[in-house]
T-cell receptor, first 115, second 111 residues
Framework: DTGVSQDPRHKITKRGQNVTFRCDPI?????LYWYRQTLGQGPEFLTY????????KSRLLSDRFSAERPKGSFSTLEIQRTEQGDSAMYLC?????????????FGSGTQLSVL | DQQVKQNSPSLSVQEGRISILNCDYT??????FLWYKKYPAEGPTFLIS?????DKNEDGRFTVFLNKSAKHLSLHIVPSQPGDSAVYFC??????????FGRGTQLTVWP
């Protein structure tokens, strides 16, 4: 399977705990994105990397959130001291940067439930 | 601020008929527009796209129309099939980089 892979698919945690998600992009893709989606909303941008450099972060990404892509391949998204409002589907996407017409390929997401 | 808007949360169409999903945007810097389809518990899947230099793009049963002066695009599905039932997201970007998504339209195609 050469698609975007996310792990775990589901995560249930208690408020205040830390969680970490992993994303493995399509191998030749140099850009990697994190999005969050809640019920009834479209995906909301969190952050993106080009290779190992984090190029943009949304204001949605509070200090409790941190993302890394240490070798320009897989990425991790960590949420510290989780809150109930963090419950959402966390989506990873990758793309190959082009001069025009960038198309993102999404993984199946990690569904986070904070109790 | 929602720069991409899908004002119809749901659409119900009979099998074989045309489905028309609409999308409006506010940012004139958007240069590339995409439609994604999403099933429950899965990530969005790319469907079709259009560059701002075109006003129409067709791929099989799917056609996207772009009206730049009105900042409006639409997705036509002809003929609609029950397997098309899903949430459809309109998205836009400034040629490269992050995508801005609408809130989605739930399409239901009934037999």
């Amino acid at each position: 399977d050469t698609g975007v892979s996310q792990d775990p698919r589901h995560k249930i945690t208690k408020r205040g705990q830390n969680v970490t998600f992993r994303c493995d992009p399509i191998s030749e893709h140099n850009r990697l994105y994190w999005y969050r989606q809640t019920l009834g909303q479209g995906p909301e941008f969190l952050t993106y990397f080009q290779n190992e450099a984090q190029l943009e972060k949304s204001r949605l990404l509070s200090d409790r959130f941190s993302a890394e892509r240490p070798k320009g391949s897989f990425s991790t998204l960590e949420i510290q001291r989780t809150e109930q409002g963090d419950s959402a589907m966390y989506l990873c996407a990758s793309s190959l940067s082009l001069d025009r017409g960038e198309k993102l390929f999404f993984g199946s997401g990690t569904q986070l439930s904070v109790l | 601020d929602q720069q991409v808007k899908q004002n119809s949360p749901s659409l119900s169409v009979q099998e074989g008929r045309i489905s028309i999903l609409n999308c409006d945007y506010t940012n004139s810097m958007f240069d590339y527009f995409l439609w994604y389809k999403k099933y429950p518990a899965e990530g969005p899947t790319f469907l079709i796209s259009i560059s701002s230099i075109k006003d129409k793009n067709e791929d099989g049963r799917f056609t996207v129309f772009l009206n730049k002066s009105a900042k409006h695009l639409s997705l036509h599905i002809v003929p609609s099939q029950p397997g098309d039932s899903a949430v459809y997201f309109c998205a836009a970007n400034k040629a490269v980089g992050r995508l801005y998504f609408g809130r989605g339209t739930q399409l239901t195609v009934w037999p």
